[in-house]
């Protein structure tokens, strides 16, 4: 019995990763940018270049992407579609369904949050950095 657990165990935690790993395939997909329109239940959102890197280099733009809001989806940092203007910086899970894009969540993204790192302010210099006086 005991020689059987630990290949029963291995399997098992085996079977758990590989669905974990397809559901994230198969499941839901994702997209930052700003939007670009807004109607009644529907986003248009210009991706961001930073955040869009495996895209082929040679596209100038990535194509907007339309996501669909109902009942169900989820509103994070806003109350609602309402509070959302065009401009605004949004992240969206979605999933694709019947040729159009249903959004699971919606959450709205501080203009500073995604700095680059080259962008980044310099500490400060402090009297531990800097070189002892000459006397």
Known sequence: MKKLLIP???CAISLTMISVGFAGLFGGKSIE????NISANTLTIQEDQAANQAADQAAAQATPVSVE???DTEFKDV????????????KVDYEE???????KS????EEGAQQPAAEM???AETE????????
């Open 8 to 10: 029963v165990a291995v």
């Open 33 to 36: 940018g700003k939007i670009e």
């Open 69 to 71: 809001v109902n009942q």
């Open 79 to 90: 109350d609602s579609l309402a509070g959302l203007n065009q401009g605004d910086r949004v």
């Open 97 to 103: 369904d019947q040729n159009r894009n249903l959004a």
């Open 106 to 109: 919606i959450s709205k993204v």
């Open 121 to 123: 302010e310099k500490p």
């Open 128 to 135: 531990s950095n800097q070189q002892p006086a000459q006397y």
